[in-house]
């Protein structure tokens, strides 16, 4: 994608220098900046002349969010409504839009202009309508450093329904030049409106936040910073020029002049490498991490991001979209942002991906999945067996949790810990056996289990903790592995058929580690094992132990 942006803008821009708006914040355009677009009229002229013929150009345009108005046309980088977008993403409803978004000719407004308010627009047609083309902006393509304009003409916010205080949420210079090339400053940075100087700074600052939920991220590019209400999160407070004072909360209404007409922007850049024909510049593309997608009737979240060259990001399954029994993971997927494909490797199973799912009965994990997120199949009351495969190191704290169909589960011989209450309330589950690479299980891992009446301990766990059998009502005997040396508290706890434990060294017995327990308690092994191990279990409170 960045190959061909490179490619676009040496040959529509060649002659052109280019302002760019971006808002972000607390509105519904979540993810960045923007302005209005560009046409290819150059507007500006470099004072200095290059020393030989340039080897790459530079875009650079004035990027800016109009709050009140709430119009914005997002910095050049910007993967939700930037240059190389085909149509607009509509963030208050989280996913693309219909309209075709072309962004040399369009800009976006989060409120309806005055005429469209009295249409009574509603649902996609109020969508549509948030794509406008009334502004006129000149850009251009720095091939020299010197002095550049950019001008945006017909911007008129006052035909727009004004909500709340008007002001630049930001107003900044985006560019494509890269961060790798140091020593780049612009100085001398004007600011008129409606042909009135209202704003002069001797330089603007590069915003240091790649990438920032709330306001622009540089994303690997120079992006100076003139007004910005989140100069904090970009790293330029104290200078950038905030519109409200965090103080005083009121507005700096020198700084903030809405055009009636025309905003303009004219600054020197300095230490720019025009020579050296320009690089790719490798930046992270696509959805956002968290954000979710559907391919062939699976939901992802994304867990790692795409990049511009093309190379995969990672999802995890989030759940179905089409509900099945069975079910097998993909190791790969896949989703389109305008006409870009964008393709993932499937890494994990999300937290709750399955929850409370009372359709699935089988689930089987390819050998891509590296992680099952916590409560995965929580409260899935149909489900059978699930296959982990070797790669997957952990069951995760409620997994199971509640799954009264699990009769029988085989551990893969990657899973070194079980976590809390994995296997609560499996009812149905009668037997389990720890793997020996298992070094740790949670409490209340099996509590619950009310068949469950045999399991086995491996060599390598510690001990057993609080909670892990609790109501199991049909165990009746347990061997603690060879270094299990504490039982905590509750451990055993309502199980009421519990009458044989066989130790192989000292145990140390929590309190309440045997409360409700009906029968006489037999302990077997070394005979100073068994002594020990009787005491502790007496002082923890349980008489009936011989």
């Given at each position: 994608?960045?190959?061909?942006?490179?490619?676009?803008?040496?040959?529509?821009?060649?002659?052109?220098?280019?302002?760019?708006?971006?808002?972000?914040?607390?509105?519904?355009?979540?993810?960045?900046?923007?302005?209005?677009?560009?046409?290819?009229?150059?507007?500006?002229?470099?004072?200095?002349?290059?020393?030989?013929?340039?080897?790459?150009?530079?875009?650079?345009?004035?990027?800016?969010?109009?709050?009140?108005?709430?119009?914005?046309?997002?910095?050049?980088?910007?993967?939700?409504?930037?240059?190389?977008?085909?149509?607009?993403?509509?963030?208050?409803?989280?996913?693309?839009?219909?309209?075709?978004?072309?962004?040399?000719?369009?800009?976006?407004?989060?409120?309806?202009?005055?005429?469209?308010?009295?249409?009574?627009?509603?649902?996609?047609?109020?969508?549509?309508?948030?794509?406008?083309?009334?502004?006129?902006?000149?850009?251009?393509?720095?091939?020299?450093?010197?002095?550049?304009?950019?001008?945006?003409?017909?911007?008129?916010?006052?035909?727009?329904?004004?909500?709340?205080?008007?002001?630049?949420?930001?107003?900044?210079?985006?560019?494509?030049?890269?961060?790798?090339?140091?020593?780049?400053?612009?100085?001398?940075?004007?600011?008129?409106?409606?042909?009135?100087?209202?704003?002069?700074?001797?330089?603007?600052?590069?915003?240091?936040?790649?990438?920032?939920?709330?306001?622009?991220?540089?994303?690997?590019?120079?992006?100076?910073?003139?007004?910005?209400?989140?100069?904090?999160?970009?790293?330029?407070?104290?200078?950038?020029?905030?519109?409200?004072?965090?103080?005083?909360?009121?507005?700096?209404?020198?700084?903030?002049?809405?055009?009636?007409?025309?905003?303009?922007?004219?600054?020197?850049?300095?230490?720019?490498?025009?020579?050296?024909?320009?690089?790719?510049?490798?930046?992270?593309?696509?959805?956002?991490?968290?954000?979710?997608?559907?391919?062939?009737?699976?939901?992802?979240?994304?867990?790692?991001?795409?990049?511009?060259?093309?190379?995969?990001?990672?999802?995890?399954?989030?759940?179905?979209?089409?509900?099945?029994?069975?079910?097998?993971?993909?190791?790969?997927?896949?989703?389109?942002?305008?006409?870009?494909?964008?393709?993932?490797?499937?890494?994990?199973?999300?937290?709750?991906?399955?929850?409370?799912?009372?359709?699935?009965?089988?689930?089987?994990?390819?050998?891509?999945?590296?992680?099952?997120?916590?409560?995965?199949?929580?409260?899935?009351?149909?489900?059978?067996?699930?296959?982990?495969?070797k790669n997957i190191t952990k069951i995760a704290d409620d997994t199971f949790n509640g799954c009264k169909s699990i009769k029988s589960f085989k551990l893969?011989?990657?899973?070194?810990?079980?976590?809390?209450?994995?296997?609560?309330?499996?009812?149905?589950?009668?037997?389990?056996?720890?793997?020996?690479?298992?070094?740790?299980?949670?409490?209340?891992?099996?509590?619950?289990?009310?068949?469950?009446?045999?399991?086995?301990?491996?060599?390598?766990?510690?001990?057993?903790?609080?909670?892990?059998?609790?109501?199991?009502?049909?165990?009746?005997?347990?061997?603690?592995?060879?270094?299990?040396?504490?039982?905590?508290?509750?451990?055993?706890?309502?199980?009421?058929?519990?009458?044989?434990?066989?130790?192989?060294?000292?145990?140390?017995?929590?309190?309440?580690?045997?409360?409700?327990?009906?029968?006489?308690?037999?302990?077997?092994?070394?005979?100073?094992?068994?002594?020990?191990?009787?005491?502790?279990?007496?002082?923890?409170?349980?008489?009936?132990?011989?």
């Amino acid at each position: 994608m960045r190959k061909n942006l490179t490619k676009a803008i040496s040959t529509t821009l060649a002659a052109a220098m280019v302002v760019t708006a971006g808002g972000f914040a607390g509105v519904a355009n979540t993810n960045g900046s923007t302005a209005k677009a560009a046409d290819t009229t150059a507007s500006a002229t470099a004072t200095a002349t290059p020393a030989a013929t340039p080897a790459a150009s530079y875009m650079a345009y004035t990027a800016f969010s109009m709050a009140g108005p709430w119009i914005y046309r997002s910095e050049w980088t910007n993967d939700k409504s930037g240059l190389t977008v085909k149509e607009f993403y509509d963030s208050e409803k989280s996913k693309w839009g219909r309209s075709a978004f072309d962004y040399t000719k369009n800009y976006l407004a989060n409120n309806l202009t005055k005429a469209q308010e009295t249409m009574g627009l509603r649902g996609q047609a109020r969508g549509d309508a948030r794509v406008h083309s009334e502004a006129t902006i000149k850009d251009a393509a720095m091939t020299t450093n010197g002095e550049w304009t950019a001008e945006i003409t017909n911007l008129d916010t006052t035909q727009y329904k004004v909500v709340g205080d008007s002001y630049y949420d930001v107003l900044h210079i985006s560019t494509d030049i890269p961060l790798t090339m140091k020593n780049v400053k612009c100085t001398n940075v004007k600011v008129s409106v409606d042909d009135k100087q209202i704003l002069e700074l001797k330089e603007a600052f590069p915003n240091t936040q790649a990438s920032d939920k709330q306001g622009s991220g540089n994303k690997g590019y120079y992006d100076f910073m003139i007004i910005d209400n989140y100069a904090d999160s970009h790293g330029v407070e104290g200078k950038a020029l905030r519109p409200i004072d965090k103080t005083t909360g009121k507005l700096n209404t020198e700084i903030n002049a809405m055009p009636a007409k025309s905003l303009k922007i004219t600054f020197t850049i300095s230490g720019v490498d025009f020579v050296t024909a320009k690089k790719e510049v490798v930046v992270d593309n696509g959805p956002t991490v968290g954000s979710t997608f559907v391919d062939n009737g699976v939901k992802y979240v994304v867990t790692k991001r795409t990049k511009t060259n093309n190379s995969k990001g990672t999802v995890a399954v989030a759940g179905l979209a089409t509900k099945k029994a069975d079910f097998t993971t993909a190791a790969t997927a896949k989703t389109t942002e305008g006409t870009t494909v964008l393709n993932y490797d499937v890494t994990g199973i999300a937290d709750n991906a399955f929850a409370k799912d009372t359709t699935i009965k089988t689930v089987t994990l390819g050998d891509t999945i590296k992680t099952v997120g916590e409560a995965a199949f929580k409260g899935c009351t149909k489900l059978t067996k699930v296959t982990y495969n070797k790669n997957i190191t952990k069951i995760a704290d409620d997994t199971f949790n509640g799954c009264k169909s699990i009769k029988s589960f085989k551990l893969s011989s990657g899973i070194k810990s079980i976590g809390e209450a994995a296997f609560k309330n499996c009812t149905a589950l009668k037997s389990f056996k720890l793997t020996k690479n298992v070094k740790s299980v949670g409490a209340s891992a099996f509590s619950g289990c009310k068949k469950l009446s045999k399991f086995t301990y491996n060599s390598t766990v510690k001990s057993v903790a609080g909670s892990t059998f609790k109501d199991c009502t049909s165990l009746k005997s347990i061997k603690l592995g060879k270094k299990v040396k504490k039982i905590g508290g509750s451990a055993f706890a309502g199980c009421k058929k519990l009458s044989k434990i066989t130790v192989s060294q000292k145990v140390k017995v929590s309190k309440k580690a045997f409360k409700g327990c009906k029968k006489t308690i037999k302990v077997s092994g070394k005979k100073a094992y068994v002594k020990y191990t009787k005491k502790q279990i007496k002082k923890a409170g349980y008489k009936k132990v011989k």
